[in-house]
């Protein structure tokens, strides 16, 4: 069964951030685009690199740290090629707290850039 968990409070990721949580099993980076969060899988599919220690732009795509490779934080499109996605989670705020669901989702992005290289 699908839950939400409490990963931080808000003003923990600052904005234009993001953060490596535990969710269940997984690991999850929740990134804060403009005060709505948004969480996708930690793990990058190429080598495994940590994105929420990545470098998100003002577009909603974090950069791997480690080979920068690109992803959309709001729907885990791999923006080098959009028919690969990774996972990507429904996020909530309750009160003050961060909270993620515990399943995969692909939530809705009014902004999604495609294709882009460095």
Not at 52 to 63: I, K, L, P, S
Not at 74 to 92: H, L, V
Request: one cysteine or more.
């Amino acid at each position: 069964m699908s839950e939400f968990i409490t990963v931080a409070r808000v003003g923990a990721i600052p904005e234009g951030s993001g953060g490596t949580f535990q969710v269940g099993v997984r690991l999850v980076a929740v990134f804060n685009r403009g005060g709505q969060y948004y969480a996708i899988d930690d793990l990058c599919p190429h080598m495994g690199a940590s994105l929420g220690a990545g470098y998100m732009d003002e577009e909603g795509v974090v950069t791997c740290p480690w080979h920068a490779w690109h992803f959309s934080v709001c729907d885990g499109t791999w923006c080098d090629n959009p028919r690969i996605k990774i996972d990507a989670f429904e996020t909530r705020v309750v009160g003050d707290e961060i909270q993620v669901r515990s399943t995969p989702t692909k939530p809705a992005c009014e902004a999604r850039r495609s294709n882009r290289r460095p």
